[in-house]
């Protein structure tokens, strides 16, 4: 629901896509299903890197989101680096 939200307000409602990704997590932590914790936890560094435009936020994102899918998907933690790399680049890091 938070992508929709966030992709139909044509990415300006920040606010609101990270209620519905913070109430996903919640959820996932409850089932203790760490790949649908850590797609929510990608999308939310998203809003914070290219929404916000806030790489600390969205580092910090990136990396929760690799260390939560890194046992249980490889494509996740992937791209939770490559967003974590792009993070580093905003801010002027290598």
């Keep these: 629901m938070g992508q929709l939200v966030w992709d139909a307000s044509q990415r300006r409602d920040h606010a609101t896509a990270r209620t519905y990704f913070d109430q996903a997590i919640q959820a996932a932590r409850q089932l203790r299903d760490s790949s649908t ?5 990608l999308r939310m560094s998203f809003v914070a890197l290219y929404g916000e435009k806030d790489p600390r936020a969205g580092l ?3 990396i ?3 260390e939560t899918a890194n046992h249980n998907s490889r494509v996740l933690t992937g791209l939770a680096t490559l967003h ?8 002027g890091q290598r």
């Design 84 to 91: 974590a790399a792009e993070a580093y680049a905003m801010l």
């Design 60 to 62: 910090e994102l990136a």
């Design 64 to 66: 929760r989101t690799a």
């Design 37 to 41: 914790e850590g797609l929510a936890l």
